[in-house]
């Protein structure tokens, strides 16, 4: 199934208020309350590893995160990134995007060291607002554990260019439809998340 399809099906979301889960949280407002951060049901906020002042989260499994017996039904390492305000650059121009991705300049911004070399890009889609890649990073992941294959979606939300990231876990992988499902509740959920205006849930200066 298609990224514009997955889109499309109307993923049931768990409700966006907070759960004070210790280091974990079900969301939480980053950039001065300018945005949230949620994942999908059965991810938490890892509050000590993310940064609220500079719009960055990384989220996983709530067990795993806040000691919880609480797990999504796909496990992942899922991080999202938020833009300055006005930096959306998605929004009615994700060909040029595409064909940047394309380019020996767009694939070194996929590689955590901005060398080109370490990743094979396997695949892009587009959807209205939305552009997915999936690339093979060859180079040494951030963290231990994870595979190499990563899933990268770029939108605009708030007015904000938003990357968020998916990679799963060399001790369970996960298979091109799996990982494409999971990157699409992912953005369903933070789309969700930051429609209503933002309140307090958690922030703090990071």
Known sequence: MRLG??????????????LDLGPGT????LLDGAVVAQGPE??????????????????GGCAIIAA????????????????????????????ALVALLRSARGVALLSSDGQPEAILVDGIEQA?????????????????????????AFLDLRGRLTTVSLRGFTRAPLGQA?????MAEAVATLRAANVAPV????????
């Open 128 to 152: 209205p607002g939305i552009v997915l890649v999936r690339f093979t990073d060859t180079g040494p992941p951030l963290v231990a554990g994870l595979e190499q294959v990563e899933w990268r």
């Open 199 to 206: 309140t307090d849930q958690g922030g703090d200066p990071g």
């Open 68 to 95: 919880l017996p609480i797990m999504p039904r796909t496990e992942a390492l899922i991080t999202v990134q938020f833009g300055g305000a006005e930096s959306g650059a998605v929004e009615g121009r994700e060909a």
């Open 26 to 29: 079900r969301a939480l407002a």
């Open 42 to 59: 059965g991810y938490c906020v890892d509050r000590r590893t993310s940064r609220p002042a500079t719009g960055f989260a990384v989220m």
């Open 178 to 182: 799996r990982g494409l499902e999971l």
């Open 5 to 18: 399809a997955l889109l499309g099906l109307g993923v049931t979301l768990v409700g966006c208020a907070p």
